[in-house]
């Protein structure tokens, strides 16, 4: 009897129970489903501040409470601009490929000691490209003093074999090639491969006067330009004759102010080579001043084609913490740091050289197939985000973002070195009214026809959201940044 009274009161408790787990699906389901009255306000936001004639993909999750906030074709296949740098440091940090990059000088031959304790090289120095986007000619300066040395004997050599010679992207237009946010992507690169041209006026009827930063003999002066009075009308033009490939700037029109123009130059690798021995002559490295190209073989290297040095030995070794090129990379969005970037991990990972654009972006796609997107609904041809080619939907991106959410390893490095909201970086002037500036960290991007962000954001209610909005085929940028600032400012306001 007892027992029997026992299982009349343990019965109710048990079937509370059972409710209560079989509810679990239920509930867990009512939670993928967003609230009406938000879709019905974005909804309206859209339709109100969408550039006409465009098209546009959302998708924003709620990482705390794991539901979806908000979703409008997002399985849209859209072109993600500077967004893809979102992909490539994730493909890094998963692969935990947050190394300094390092940039080293091997010799091959003796050293001898002159009187004043510096060394002379009696034979050849090997200059090995290890894709640092950050060296300055300041740097080299600095490099050259820590090399110790007073006279090289023999040869220079560059190394580039850490990549193939194709510079240019899959998918980047031709004609960007004369503007500085494109670059030559090369192993072995300095002051990001650019000049700064500075014009200003002289005297009524006399050419302008012109300063190119950093000051080298790897490029030309053509001073066109005649001086006019303040009230005259300007005509002047900063160029580079970039379709014949040439490093001749030209200063053409008339000048009636100052003006400065940033300005790539063809071939990194070169550039980089006749500033660097132009340092040793400048610091008193004795030094014939010429160089040429050749790689480094050595026993440790795989896929060597020819054992040019094999006694050669590594002097010196310069190095730039992986946090130093990712803050830049994304906060002021540098396409020549993601490039390098995505070769620099490509080349460690994968354990080879002359690596094609093809080779460099294979991390890429296997974190996208590890985290199960679906063939043919992505294309990834670069690292930066500026090939018109690559492809990928904002659920995809979202899912990027999530992962990298659960994993601290990535996401401690990843969400401070975003740009944030009226901060600092792409987003510093953007939602930066009162009791919204801080809470966005995310990625820009801009392409002639595409505008996008994607990113984190954290809510009224204290949890934290991964969103992507991509904006495609419009005219006007202003547009559709204010649509994707007006979407996120109700989602922080309004999401309980």
Known sequence: MKHHHCLQRIFPLLLVLLLAVWNLPLQAKKKQKPEKETVLAIDAIVHEKMPRGSRVGIYVYDLDNNSIIYEQEPNIMCQPASCQKLLTTISTLDLEQDKPFKTQFWINGRLLQDSNHRNILQGDMYIVGGFDPTLSVSNLDNIIRELRLSKITGTVYADVSAMDSVYFGPGWWWDDAQFAFQPYVSPLIVNQGKVTAYVSPTFSGSPAKVRIEPGSSYYKIE???????????????????????????????????????????????????????????????????????????????????????????????????????????????????????????????????????????????????????????????????????????PRQLVGLLQYAYNKPKIFDHLYPALPVNGTDGTLKNRMSGAGYTGRVHAKTGSLSVASTLAGYIRMRNGRMAAFCIMNQNYIGASKARAMQDAVLCYIIDNVR
């Open 223 to 393: 001073n066109n330009s005649v001086t006019v009075p303040a009230d005259s009308a300007s005509t002047a033009r900063i160029s580079r004759k970039w379709m014949q490939n040439m490093n001749t700037i030209v200063i053409d029109g008339n000048v009636n102010s100052r003006s400065m123009k940033e300005m790539n130059l063809f071939s990194s690798q070169d550039m980089f080579m006749q500033i660097f021995m132009e340092r040793l002559k400048s610091n008193g490295v004795e030094c014939s001043g010429k160089y040429q190209f050749a790689e480094l073989a050595t026993d440790t290297v795989p896929g060597s084609l020819e054992i040019i040095s094999p006694q050669a030995e590594l002097y010196y070794q310069y190095t730039t913490p992986f946090d130093s090129i990712l803050y830049p990379m994304l906060k002021d969005s540098r396409n020549l740091y993601a490039e390098c970037m995505l070769f620099n991990t490509a080349a460690n990972t994968l354990n080879r050289k002359h690596l094609s654009w093809g080779q460099a972006v294979i991390p890429e796609k296997e974190l996208a197939r590890g985290l199960d997107f679906e063939e043919g609904t992505y294309a990834i041809k670069d690292g930066s985000g500026l090939s018109n080619v690559n492809f990928i939907s």
